[in-house]
């Protein structure tokens, strides 16, 4: 099941390198150079002396900067066939509404 990326208004989320690159989908490397870039937003806290950042600045500095886009729905599913996911997307795409 894929992590959540958003988080509720007022809802603090501190998070380290490693899951910044998980929500985003690159390296920790890729994080830490951003970081020594300035590319990023400083990090809020340091805990047991690694640096940590609000999920929240993250998150609005990565749809920003075009580091995270909206979740793509069907990619998504597309990953579920051949997981043991029973249900087929082209009866499901078939049913899918196209007027608001």
């Known amino acids: 099941m894929p992590r959540r990326t958003t988080t509720a ?14 929500r985003l ?3 920790p490397q890729t994080v830490h150079t ?8 400083a990090p809020r806290w340091t ?9 929240a600045e993250i998150e609005a500095w990565a749809r920003r900067t075009g580091r995270l886009r909206e979740a793509d729905v069907h ?4 990953e579920l066939e051949g997981t043991g996911w ?4 082209d009866e499901m795409r078939s049913h899918r509404a ?3």
């Open 34 to 41: 951003w970081r020594h870039r300035n590319l990023m937003p």
């Open 86 to 89: 029973e249900a087929d997307l």
């Open 47 to 55: 805990v047991s002396g690694q640096p940590a950042w609000e999920w």
């Open 25 to 27: 989908g690159v390296r």
């Open 98 to 100: 196209t007027r608001r």
């Open 9 to 22: 208004p007022g809802e603090s989320t501190p998070v380290g390198a490693a899951e910044i690159a998980g």
């Open 75 to 78: 990619a998504a599913l597309l």
